[in-house]
């Protein structure tokens, strides 16, 4: 079945808030306040805007920032899933302050679909800033090469172009420097960028 997509909106954002009594989770369009207001400051820099760019539709909003123009990647879909949902018994699909990047690809329909997961459910702002960085610059940078079927590095490679601060990665120079623009706007950067450094060390192997 095609999917009808009546707003025509290649952007999508949704917010899962609860679960029902079946212990499916339930999302609403939109992001949650909290990560609205990250990916509003994330829309401030130059990459963050490039990156959600290419698949924008003129008329799109995201972070609060109108595209005025149909990106490059406009034909595929990218999806953004914010966990705002937690519960103290169940159904919590990661731990808060994590996020995910995927890339899948339909073979009929030639399209593709990038999902970006970030679980912001007792995250403060600013690291849900850092994960969007993570996710979309990090991982994100190779997206269109990804879609057009050339070879890329594996998310692994990308972690330990993170942990060893490789300057040589177009990911995480592009990460610096949203990293850079974000201090400018909150100083809680900061310490969000620090901890995720931190953990980079401990978790990448
Ligand atoms: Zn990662």
Redesign the pocket.
């Known amino acids: 079945m095609k999917f009808v997509d009546m707003d025509g909106k290649v952007v999508r954002q949704y917010n899962v808030t609860h679960s029902n009594n079946s212990s499916k989770l339930i999302s609403q369009p939109g992001l949650s306040p909290k990560t609205e207001e990250a990916m509003t400051d994330y829309m401030k820099t130059k990459e963050g805007r490039a990156f959600i760019s290419q698949f924008a539709k003129e008329g799109d909003v995201v972070g609060g920032y109108k595209f005025t123009e149909n990106g490059a990647l406009n034909d595929h879909t990218l999806n953004i899933w914010d966990y705002s949902y937690s519960s103290e018994t169940a159904n919590v699909p990661a731990e808060s302050g994590t996020?995910?990047?995927e890339v899948s690809k339909d073979k009929t329909s030639k399209t593709a679909t990038v999902t970006i997961k970030v679980v912001s459910y007792a995250s403060y702002k600013a690291e849900i800033g850092e994960t969007l960085a993570?996710?979309m610059q990090?991982?994100g940078y190779k997206v269109a090469d990804q879609i057009n079927g050339k070879k890329v590095n594996s998310?692994n490679k990308?972690?330990q172009a993170?942990k060893n601060k490789d300057t040589g990665h177009k990911g995480y120079l592009k990460y610096k420097s949203v990293q850079e623009q974000l201090l400018t706007i909150d100083k809680d950067y900061k310490q969000a960028f620090e901890q995720a450094q931190k953990e980079a060390n401990i978790l990448y192997k």
Request: hydrophobic fraction near 20%.
């Open positions: 996020g995910s990047y993570h996710e990090i991982h998310q990308d972690h993170l």
